[in-house]
T-cell receptor, first 114, second 114 residues
Framework: DADVTQTPRNRITKTGKRIMLECSQT?????MYWYRQDPGLGLRLIYY???????NKGEISDGYSVSRQAQAKFSLSLESAIPNQTALYFC?????????????FGQGTRLTVV | QKEVEQDPGPLSVPEGAIVSLNCTYS??????FMWYRQYSRKGPELLMY????GNKEDGRFTAQVDKSSKYISLFIRDSQPSDSATYLC??????????????FGKGTLLTVNP
């Protein structure tokens, strides 16, 4: 089983719909992250959480919200999806003892907004 | 100026070639320097990391950091078709408490042709 699991793996949704991407991890890490990856733009941080009570905006949080339901679960919501949110989304985790060097990524969710 | 600059390529080389991948950065606060490898339709995985200027070897891979020039490189010797992937440089800086902020380059797409 994967250490970081994202669901769904692929999703097509319509403009204006609310959608939730889910992430669960078995690494036991406190820190969890949501990134989006676009061709030519690389990985960009949407939100991050250093523990269950801590939520922080990343560089591109507009149009997104998150919920840290437990240490192992971190979900990303698009309240009203728009076509430029079409991207590959990654959840990641890390521990606090490695200088932030190693982030463990899920397999990604490919989201298409039509 | 972006904090981390990476030429996106693509880079295509014959099998057995020496590959050089590079990133420059502007933030002097970066302390850890990493290379991640991302295969198609997968999440990135940590390949190597270092925190000091100089070279670090791991098999066919060598990571080089020059803090005075704010320049890092990844060299791949005797490249193999299985090395075909996107390579992302990443750097981390302390962001308070025991937390570090991770910043990625855009990634370089490498193809090694048999």
């Amino acid at each position: 089983d994967a250490d970081v699991t994202q669901t769904p793996r692929n999703r097509i949704t319509k403009t204006g719909k609310r959608i939730m991407l889910e992430c669960s991890q078995t690494k036991g890490h406190d820190r969890m992250y949501w990134y989006r990856q676009d061709p030519g733009l690389g990985l960009r941080l949407i939100y991050y959480s250093f523990d269950v009570k801590d939520i922080n905006k990343g560089e591109i949080s507009d149009g997104y919200s998150v919920s840290r339901q437990a240490q192992a679960k971190f979900s990303l919501s698009l309240e009203s999806a728009i076509p430029n949110q079409t991207a590959l989304y990654f959840c990641a985790t890390s521990d606090g003892d490695s200088g932030g060097t190693e982030a463990f990524f899920g397999q990604g969710t490919r989201l298409t907004v039509v | 100026q972006k904090e981390v600059e990476q030429d996106p390529g693509p880079l295509s080389v014959p099998e057995g070639a020496i590959v050089s991948l590079n990133c420059t950065y502007s933030n002097s606060a970066f302390q850890y320097f990493m290379w991640y490898r991302q295969y198609s339709r997968k999440g990135p995985e940590l390949l190597m990391y270092t925190y000091s200027s100089g070279n670090k070897e791991d098999g066919r891979f060598t990571a080089q950091v020059d803090k005075s020039s704010k320049y890092i490189s990844l060299f791949i010797r005797d490249s193999q078709p299985s090395d075909s992937a996107t390579y992302l440089c990443a750097m981390s800086a302390w962001s308070g408490g025991s937390n570090y902020k991770l910043t990625f380059g855009k990634g370089t797409l490498l193809t090694v042709n048999p």
